[in-house]
């Protein structure tokens, strides 16, 4: 689904051409091809806490190639910097300068993962320290090359850095999962969480529901935790009907036709979920749609239903599967779709953007509800995906947004799939309340 534009700068007289006139050429981005995947090595761990020992005795035994200096490396494939220990904002510069002069021996695809504390208001030189982890990686990001990406994991004081959430947002992070998220930080809140028993399958034995599924990102997915393992209920209206059953053919897949914001339907779920006997152990709530205009031309015709589909159905389906107390399983994961415009604002999008910050702030207060029964919520914000509703933008509008990131291109259904599988995996059980941005490091807001 590569668009016209990177395609004609990857052929050798469009490529040629592009670094004649400085035009952006994006990279390939490395996605994964099988499952389990290994780690790009060799990886360098650097930083001497324990938490960095720690960290490189795992992933050693995990077989993966672990250095602890660069040594004479000629190619770098992943470069974790353990931060846990900071206390003042002269001690990143040892920490991060050895990284300088390895920057050149980076792999195409290679990932930079930070592992350090969140800033309190408590220390102000601990605090500017660990501030600082977050300036320095969110510009480590821009600089990267070749489809590489740079992340953090924020740990909460308490948490130890081998708790199930770190290792897993580090191996996220490292992965070619999290091909299209760079200058992200996951903050792990919690040791919540257990280790993925089979990596090729992390999500065997769980059931989990795709709201909006019968396209776009959603039928993906639906297909990435099938991939995974998990046994998916795929949901969508009644007109999408045809599309679903041909999704759930090709899943082995429950379909449900259903439209979120008609009368009853969070009930209707649950007598429809009682009568097939299925527990869900993660809801992805995923239909959404769009009604774009300038405020000065907006209506109600164009607000009401952005508003209703986008966050108050979220609000009444999650509200009837916990009332309904039997069709959730234990420490349910509800994973949310929120968007980069709900987080920066777009123009023409004030409908769109009040719905999806309210799914952010909607996440973090269920994510509170949820903890007592050690379930978690969490949104994925994705910034310009390539599907149906972002090829309805008209054409430059289109390919401004599309190249206004560190990579250079549009993210694919896959990546923001892969985000929402790592959340609603064992592995995740520590991070809650988060907002993952899936954008390439949009160049726009914050
Ligand atoms: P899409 O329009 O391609 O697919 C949306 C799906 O939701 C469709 O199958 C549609 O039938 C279904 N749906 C809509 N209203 C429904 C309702 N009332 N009940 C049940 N199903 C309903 O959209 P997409 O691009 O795949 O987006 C999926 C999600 O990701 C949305 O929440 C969207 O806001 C979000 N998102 C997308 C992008 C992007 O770049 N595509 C960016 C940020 C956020």
Redesign the pocket.
């Known amino acids: 689904m590569t668009d016209a534009y990177t395609r004609f700068v990857r052929s050798a007289p469009g490529g040629a051409l592009a670094r004649q006139l400085g035009l952006p050429r994006p990279a390939r981005l490395r996605r994964r091809e099988g499952r389990p995947e290994p780690v790009l090595g060799p990886v360098v761990v650097l930083g001497d806490s324990a938490g960095a020992d720690a960290i490189a005795h795992l992933l050693l035994e995990e077989g993966t190639d672990v250095r602890r200096r660069f040594e004479e490396l000629r190619s770098v494939g992943s470069v974790i910097l353990v931060m846990d220990e900071l206390a003042a904002p002269s001690e990143l510069g040892p920490l991060v300068l050895p990284l300088a002069g390895a920057m050149r021996s980076l792999a195409p695809g290679a990932r930079v993962v930070t592992i350090s504390r969140p800033a309190g208001a408590e220390e102000p030189a601990r605090d500017a320290a660990r501030g600082g982890v977050e300036g320095f990686l969110r510009s480590l990001a821009h600089e990267m090359r070749g489809g590489a990406t740079a992340n953090g994991v924020l740990v909460e004081d308490g948490v130890a850095l081998d708790a199930p959430g770190v290792l897993g947002a580090l191996r996220f992070f490292l992965s070619a999962r999290s091909a299209f998220v760079t200058g992200q930080f996951l903050t792990v809140s919690s040791a919540a969480g257990g280790e993925t028993e089979n990596r090729s399958l992390p999500l065997a034995g769980r059931t989990a529901l795709v709201?909006?599924a019968?396209?776009?990102?959603?039928a993906a997915i639906a297909r990435t935790l099938a991939a995974d393992g998990a046994r998916v209920v795929v949901?969508?209206?009644p007109g999408?009907g045809t599309e679903l059953s041909r999704l759930a053919n090709e899943l082995r897949a429950v379909p449900i036709q259903?439209?979120?914001?008609s009368d009853g339907a969070g009930e209707r779920l649950v007598a429809f979920l009682r009568e097939r006997g299925l527990t869900l152990d993660a809801v992805v709530l995923?239909?959404?749609?769009?009604r774009d205009k300038l405020l000065a031309n907006m209506t109600p015709e164009r607000w009401d239903p952005v508003l209703a589909?986008?966050i108050s159905?979220q609000i009444a389906l999650t509200e009837a599967l916990l009332e309904a107390g039997d069709v959730l399983g234990e420490a349910p994961r509800v994973v949310s779709?929120a968007?980069?415009?709900g987080i920066a604002g777009n123009r023409g999008q004030t409908n769109y953007a009040a719905s999806?910050a309210g799914v952010m702030a909607f996440v973090d207060a269920l994510a509170a509800r949820l903890e007592a029964v050690g379930g978690t919520a969490n949104a994925v914000a994705?910034?310009?995906?390539e599907?149906?509703?972002?090829a309805k933008i008209p054409a430059v509008t289109r390919e401004i947004a599309r190249r206004m990131n560190s990579l250079q291109q549009g993210g694919l259904?896959v990546d923001v799939a892969e985000a929402i599988a790592f959340l609603c995996s064992a592995e995740a059980g520590g991070i809650r309340g988060e907002t993952l941005r899936v954008c390439g490091q949009n160049l726009v807001g914050r």
């Open positions: 709201t909006g019968a396209r776009g990102i959603g949901l969508d209206v999408a259903l439209d979120v914001i995923n239909a959404g749609i769009t589909v986008n159905s779709l968007s980069t415009s999806k994705p910034g310009f995906i599907t149906e509703m972002t259904p």
